[in-house]
């Protein structure tokens, strides 16, 4: 039975994170998808669970596919549903891929359409991206710009341009996080937004201090 846990621990090294009970009881029902969202947090630790779709299927037989995954904030993220297979180990295999490919996309959708939406003048607009965007992708794409611009300010500074450049990317990330504050003030926000205005508080005046 040991050799059993391993060999499949070898396969997915994910199952090291699920004690030897765990493991069983989600390899004895390997392609019913149910039982493993027990166990899926301890998996993943940023997914709570999963939306699974049952498809076709005889009376004696039933076929699922997973097409959503989900936070433990309640945040729903679109995956291409795909079908779950008799080997877990395969199926969630294909749900790393599945994930990868969906916010790869969402970071590619969110550079094309909102790269430059952040100005303190543009606090509704702002709100209007937070809500739509995944909050991964928010706090990514948060240190990515942030790096852009510190990197292209101290490149400013080894071409004798002074400070300058410096103070203005330390007031640019002041008014973000003014942007932020007074956006997460607003009486009937929902709960998960809020939360991404507290996460994007919290970096970009973390960030600011870095400059500072």
Same mark, same amino acid.
């Given at each position: 039975?040991n050799?059993?846990?391993?060999? @499949?621990?070898g396969?997915? !090294?994910?199952?090291?994170?699920?004690? %030897? &009970?765990d493991?069983?009881?989600?390899?004895?029902?390997?392609?019913?998808?149910?039982?493993?969202?027990?166990?899926?947090?301890? $998996? /993943?630790?940023? +997914?709570?669970?999963?939306?699974?779709?049952?498809?076709?299927?005889?009376?004696?037989?039933?076929?699922?596919?997973?097409?959503?995954?989900?936070?433990?904030?309640k945040?729903?993220v679109?995956?291409? !549903? /795909?079908?779950?297979?008799?080997?877990v180990? %395969?199926?969630?295999k294909?749900?790393? &891929?599945?994930?990868?490919?969906? *916010?790869?996309?969402? /970071?590619?959708?969110?550079?094309?359409?909102?790269?430059n939406?952040?100005?303190?003048?543009e606090?509704? #607009?702002?709100?209007?991206?937070?809500?739509? =965007?995944?909050?991964?992708?928010? +706090?990514?794409?948060?240190?990515?710009?942030? =790096?852009q611009?510190?990197?292209?300010?101290?490149?400013?500074?080894?071409?004798?341009?002074?400070?300058?450049?410096?103070k203005k990317?330390?007031? %640019? /990330? #002041? @008014?973000k996080v003014?942007?932020?504050?007074?956006?997460?003030?607003?009486?009937?926000?929902e709960? *998960?937004?809020r939360?991404? *205005?507290?996460?994007? $508080?919290? $970096?970009?005046?973390?960030?600011? &201090?870095?400059?500072?």
């Amino acid at each position: 039975m040991n050799d059993l846990l391993e060999a @499949k621990r070898g396969q997915f !090294p994910r199952f090291y994170f699920l004690s %030897n &009970d765990d493991l069983l009881e989600i390899i004895g029902q390997s392609k019913d998808p149910y039982p493993i969202l027990a166990h899926i947090g301890k $998996i /993943f630790e940023g +997914i709570s669970s999963l939306k699974i779709n049952q498809i076709g299927g005889g009376r004696n037989t039933k076929n699922y596919e997973i097409e959503q995954l989900i936070s433990p904030e309640k945040e729903l993220v679109d995956i291409k !549903p /795909f079908p779950v297979e008799a080997k877990v180990e %395969n199926w969630l295999k294909k749900l790393i &891929d599945h994930m990868k490919e969906s *916010l790869r996309s969402k /970071f590619y959708r969110y550079f094309a359409e909102h790269a430059n939406v952040k100005k303190a003048y543009e606090r509704e #607009k702002l709100l209007k991206v937070i809500k739509a =965007t995944t909050g991964q992708v928010l +706090i990514t794409t948060s240190q990515m710009q942030w =790096t852009q611009e510190v990197e292209a300010a101290l490149i400013s500074v080894d071409m004798n341009n002074g400070v300058a450049a410096l103070k203005k990317c330390r007031q %640019n /990330f #002041k @008014k973000k996080v003014e942007s932020y504050i007074e956006l997460v003030e607003k009486p009937n926000l929902e709960k *998960l937004h809020r939360l991404k *205005l507290v996460a994007l $508080i919290i $970096i970009d005046e973390h960030n600011r &201090d870095i400059i500072e």
